[in-house]
């Protein structure tokens, strides 16, 4: 087997071919070559990087990372976004042949400048790079979450914690209207100044709200019989940064305008509010670990990037399509 570096625009119509086919293997889901090329080239370098494991001429892993501009104590950063990674399953004997791949693509990515990796790995993977590639933690990503209809969300009871819910949503969101609560600005956030970030991450399956000064963006998602709204993002346009008064204008509309049964955001809540519920870690349908590895240190804080609290980070950071 050997290890290939390719940006996207490098990669190949015979590499793009056994790529979908060895992602579908893996992930179960089928996308097709206008997809992945679309994913990995709408990026601040109109490129992302690759490092593909091949036998004869057949990928049978991948590890890609996407670029993104960040503000790092108002300094404008290069980052990158790791993602899609696998081996299919009968080439998982080596169990050094990820942490190869990756020292590649590493590399590779100091010489595109990227000064950091970031990743949030499922719970398999979260020990291999941890203990492997030594990637570091950083935090849990927090679940919160309003259920609109406790009784569809349970599966128990629809007759009295439907009810239930839909009295309650409406006692907090009346009571939510009064409360004006600002997030303490991150001092590491995603640069929204490239229009391309909107592009890249909003599909024809997401909104997006523009309620006078406030801006939210959520998608639908049927989970397992439950319409589950992700609230992707919510912020004060004026202020730049999250509060109360968005969240509240967010989930009225999504409240009186979709038929869901639960609305769920991922990230951290930095703000007083009424509305949105923290998710008990044992409850977490997946503990989401977020994960650095810094490539050019001499460009950056380590001691301000390890700490969670001066992170924005959510799922318009990560929500890959």
Same mark, same amino acid.
């Given at each position: 087997?050997?290890?290939?570096? @390719?940006? !996207? $625009?490098?990669? +190949?119509?015979?590499?793009?071919?056994?790529?979908?086919?060895?992602?579908?293997? /893996?992930?179960?889901?089928?996308? $097709?070559?206008?997809?992945?090329?679309?994913?990995?080239?709408? !990026?601040?370098?109109?490129?992302?990087?690759?490092?593909?494991?091949?036998?004869?001429?057949?990928?049978?892993?991948?590890? !890609?990372?996407?670029?993104?501009?960040?503000?790092?104590?108002?300094?404008?950063? @290069?980052?990158?976004?790791?993602?899609? /990674?696998?081996?299919?399953? %009968?080439?998982?004997?080596?169990?050094?042949?990820?942490?190869?791949?990756?020292?590649?693509?590493?590399?590779?990515?100091?010489?595109?400048?990227? =000064?950091? /990796?970031? =990743?949030?790995?499922? %719970?398999?993977?979260?020990?291999?790079?941890?203990?492997?590639?030594?990637?570091?933690?950083?935090?849990?990503?927090?679940?919160?979450? *309003?259920?609109?209809?406790?009784?569809?969300?349970?599966?128990?009871?629809?007759?009295?914690?439907?009810?239930?819910?839909? +009295?309650?949503? @409406?006692?907090?969101?009346?009571?939510?209207?009064?409360?004006?609560? +600002?997030?303490?600005?991150?001092?590491?956030?995603?640069?929204?100044?490239?229009?391309?970030?909107?592009?890249?991450?909003? !599909?024809?399956?997401?909104?997006?709200?523009?309620?006078?000064?406030?801006?939210?963006?959520?998608?639908?998602?049927?989970?397992?019989?439950?319409? $589950?709204?992700?609230?992707?993002?919510?912020?004060?346009?004026?202020?730049?940064?999250?509060?109360?008064?968005?969240?509240?204008?967010?989930?009225?509309?999504?409240?009186?305008?979709?038929?869901?049964?639960?609305?769920?955001? /991922?990230?951290?809540?930095?703000?007083?509010? *009424?509305?949105?519920?923290?998710?008990?870690? @044992?409850?977490?349908?997946?503990?989401?670990?977020?994960? $650095?590895?810094?490539?050019?240190?001499?460009?950056?804080?380590?001691? *301000?990037?390890?700490?969670?609290?001066?992170?924005?980070?959510? *799922?318009?950071?990560?929500?890959?399509?």
């Amino acid at each position: 087997m050997q290890i290939v570096f @390719r940006t !996207t $625009t490098q990669i +190949t119509t015979d590499e793009w071919e056994s790529y979908a086919l060895a992602f579908m293997q /893996v992930f179960e889901k089928e996308y $097709t070559i206008d997809f992945f090329q679309n994913k990995y080239q709408l !990026t601040v370098d109109k490129d992302a990087y690759h490092v593909f494991l091949k036998e004869d001429d057949s990928i049978v892993g991948a590890c !890609t990372v996407i670029p993104f501009i960040y503000d790092i104590e108002r300094k404008t950063i @290069r980052c990158g976004l790791a993602v899609d /990674v696998f081996i299919l399953p %009968e080439y998982r004997t080596d169990p050094m042949a990820l942490y190869r791949m990756y020292k590649i693509l590493k590399k590779e990515l100091i010489q595109k400048e990227i =000064a950091i /990796v970031i =990743a949030v790995p499922n %719970e398999m993977a979260y020990p291999y790079w941890k203990n492997v590639v030594k990637w570091k933690d950083i935090g849990f990503l927090n679940y919160y979450a *309003l259920p609109l209809n406790a009784g569809n969300v349970t599966r128990k009871l629809k007759a009295i914690l439907n009810p239930l819910s839909y +009295t309650y949503t @409406r006692m907090m969101l009346f009571l939510s209207q009064f409360i004006v609560s +600002t997030e303490r600005k991150s001092k590491i956030k995603i640069n929204r100044n490239n229009k391309i970030i909107e592009k890249q991450r909003y !599909t024809d399956e997401h909104h997006q709200l523009r309620m006078g000064n406030s801006f939210a963006s959520y998608r639908i998602v049927n989970e397992e019989g439950i319409n $589950t709204c992700y609230l992707i993002d919510f912020y004060n346009i004026r202020k730049a940064c999250k509060d109360a008064t968005s969240l509240y204008k967010a989930i009225k509309t999504i409240l009186f305008t979709e038929d869901v049964d639960l609305i769920v955001f /991922v990230g951290k809540l930095k703000f007083f509010q *009424l509305l949105l519920l923290k998710v008990p870690f @044992r409850f977490e349908p997946k503990h989401l670990y977020l994960m $650095t590895d810094i490539l050019i240190p001499e460009k950056l804080n380590t001691t *301000l990037l390890n700490e969670f609290r001066n992170w924005d980070f959510g *799922l318009f950071n990560y929500d890959v399509r």
